[in-house]
């Protein structure tokens, strides 16, 4: 799972950013010192809000996005989140809530993808954070570390070479954040089709005969569920048919992934 981070923006190299912390970037040393050497380094991150000094909310997105990674010294790393300053209107000096889940290397057209603290949830909060934006972190923390364990997958799953998968998962996991349910149903539906038609292909390295089947079964039953979800002229899928579809999706990569590694 991630760390969670809440820390008032800064103007740095003429641009608006926030510091990450060295907890971070000590930890995952070896990705952080190669920025710069061949290596383009972004962070995944679920962005929840931007508060004014006082701690009010005046920017809520509760979306993911891949952002740059700055290096302005040898131990300094900087979030850039000068877009949402350009684009929204952020002011420097306010505060930001967000998850950082993943760290995204890319070198030349090969790209991969580090989970960030996997099965722990750590949190940074600045010491000069308003009570309120405390207070209001605290209350929705459950379902803030439910994000971080299912976002977590993607990193995963780059981990056992199954990346065609990813983009499906991240598209399906950015539309239910925001609400769109049909639309997530549609891509979970992807993802199980996808570990259907790998296991199909491939097999799984050291799981028996038997099992095999039972998991390819299972694929294709949960594949033909989803799909009644909406995808067809007299189905259809709201919230409670998006969770299910995501926590099939969710729980089969988790599993397959445990036997390709």
């Known amino acids: 799972m991630p760390i969670l981070i809440v820390d008032k923006l800064k103007e740095v190299d003429s641009k608006c950013m926030v510091e990450i912390p060295s907890e971070v970037s000590n930890m995952?040393?070896?990705?952080?010192?190669?920025i710069g050497g061949g290596l383009r380094l972004m962070?995944?991150?679920?962005?929840s809000r931007?508060?004014?000094?006082?701690?009010?909310?005046?920017?809520?997105?509760k979306q993911l996005f891949v952002l740059?990674?700055?290096?302005?010294?040898?131990?300094?790393?900087?979030?850039?989140?000068?877009?949402?300053h350009l684009q929204d209107g952020v002011p420097v000096g306010y505060i930001v809530e967000f998850l950082l889940l993943g760290l995204v290397s890319i070198i030349g057209n090969e790209v991969s993808e580090t989970p960030?603290?996997?099965?722990?949830?750590?949190?940074?909060?600045?010491?000069?954070?308003?009570?309120?934006?405390?207070?209001?972190?605290?209350m929705e923390r459950d379902a803030l570390e439910q994000v971080g364990r299912d976002v977590e997958v993607i990193g995963i799953l780059y981990d056992v070479k199954l990346q065609h998968i990813t983009s499906d998962?991240?598209?399906?996991?950015?539309?239910?954040?925001?609400?769109?349910?049909?639309?997530s149903i549609k891509f979970f539906r992807k993802v199980v089709e996808g570990l259907r038609n790998h296991v199909q292909d491939e097999g799984i390295k050291g799981m028996n005969k038997k099992r095999l089947e039972l998991v390819r079964t299972y694929l294709s039953k949960a594949f033909q569920l989803i799909s009644n979800f909406?995808?067809?002229s007299g189905t259809y899928g709201f919230m409670p048919?998006?969770?299910?579809?995501?926590?099939?999706?969710?729980?089969?990569?988790?599993?397959?992934?445990?036997?390709?590694?």
């Open 28 to 34: 995952y040393s070896l990705i952080f010192k190669a």
């Open 43 to 47: 962070g995944r991150v679920y962005l």
């Open 50 to 61: 931007f508060y004014n000094e006082e701690g009010k909310v005046i920017k809520e997105y």
């Open 68 to 84: 740059p990674i700055k290096k302005t010294s040898y131990t300094t790393y900087y979030l850039d989140l000068t877009r949402f």
């Open 116 to 138: 960030v603290f996997p099965n722990e949830f750590k949190v940074k909060i600045d010491v000069f954070t308003p009570d309120r934006v405390k207070e209001s972190i605290e």
């Open 169 to 183: 998962l991240i598209e399906a996991l950015t539309r239910f954040y925001i609400a769109d349910y049909e639309g």
């Open 230 to 232: 909406g995808e067809h």
């Open 241 to 261: 048919e998006a969770i299910l579809s995501k926590d099939i999706a969710i729980s089969a990569c988790r599993y397959i992934a445990y036997y390709l590694r």
